[in-house]
T-cell receptor
Framework: DAMVIQNPRYQVTQFGKPVTLSCSQTLNHNVMYWYQQKSSQAPKLLFHYYDKDFNNEADTPDNFQSRRPNTSFCFLDIRSPGLGDAAMYLC???????????FGPGTRLTVT | SQQGEEDPQALSIQEGENATMNCSYKTSINNLQWYRQNSGRGLVHLILIRSNEREKHSGRLRVTLDTSKKSSSLLITASRAADTASYFCATDGNQGGKLIFGQGTELSVKP
């Protein structure tokens, strides 16, 4: 089935040790999003790609970066994770602006 | 900044009862969407309602939109234990397709 896949599902990293989360999609959607969701909170948009056009939210920490090497894959890099970066990271896609988003199962990041 | 505010924050009902969740927002929108999230999982899209629509149905779900009051409601009829989840509204304004999520309503349906 066409879907949004995130790897790994659970990631444990040490304070300050870089980590990369990955997302792939078989929907051939143009738009991909990365959200951060902390416990009992709403998802918060970090950045999104409209095709190759990268859009960073104003309040996304500099510590967070993203790459989209092709339509199918998108990566979230956290250069120096702090304890406050522990969260669920959600990837989502949509065929175009103004349509519903399809979410992956998320990666739960723990920082020790 | 948070666009959508949801009410109630938590709702506990018995199986078979109806569940109503409300969402209010502040600025103009292109559409409003409802998502469900089971504990520890990703979000699942339920319904999208456009700004020129007033009501939409999907199975046991009914969504209304009142743009004059900047509010929406999600009604789940004949609820089941499997409906237990968090429900989020999300608004799509003129921000390049970005969704702004509300804080969510945590629904518990007891068998």
């Amino acid at each position: 089935d066409a879907m949004v896949i995130q790897n790994p599902r659970y990631q444990v990293t040490q304070f300050g040790k870089p980590v990369t989360l990955s997302c792939s999609q078989t929907l051939n959607h143009n738009v991909m999003y990365w959200y951060q969701q902390k416990s009992s909170q709403a998802p918060k948009l970090l950045f999104h790609y409209y095709d190759k056009d990268f859009n960073n939210e104003a309040d996304t920490p500099d510590n967070f970066q993203s790459r989209r090497p092709n339509t199918s894959f998108c990566f979230l890099d956290i250069r120096s994770p702090g304890l406050g970066d522990a969260a669920m990271y959600l990837c989502a896609t949509t065929r175009d602006r103004g349509y519903e988003q399809y979410f992956g199962p998320g990666t739960r990041l723990t920082v020790t | 900044s948070q666009q959508g505010e949801e009410d109630p924050q938590a709702l506990s009902i018995q199986e078979g009862e109806n569940a109503t969740m409300n969402c209010s927002y502040k600025t103009s929108i292109n559409n409003l969407q409802w998502y469900r999230q089971n504990s520890g999982r990703g979000l699942v899209h339920l319904i999208l309602i456009r700004s020129n629509e007033r009501e939409k149905h999907s199975g046991r779900l009914r969504v209304t939109l009142d743009t004059s009051k900047k509010s929406s409601s999600l009604l789940i009829t004949a609820s089941r234990a499997a409906d237990t989840a968090s429900y989020f509204c999300a608004t799509d304004g003129n921000q390049g397709g970005k969704l702004i999520f509300g804080q969510g309503t945590e629904l518990s349906v007891k068998p």
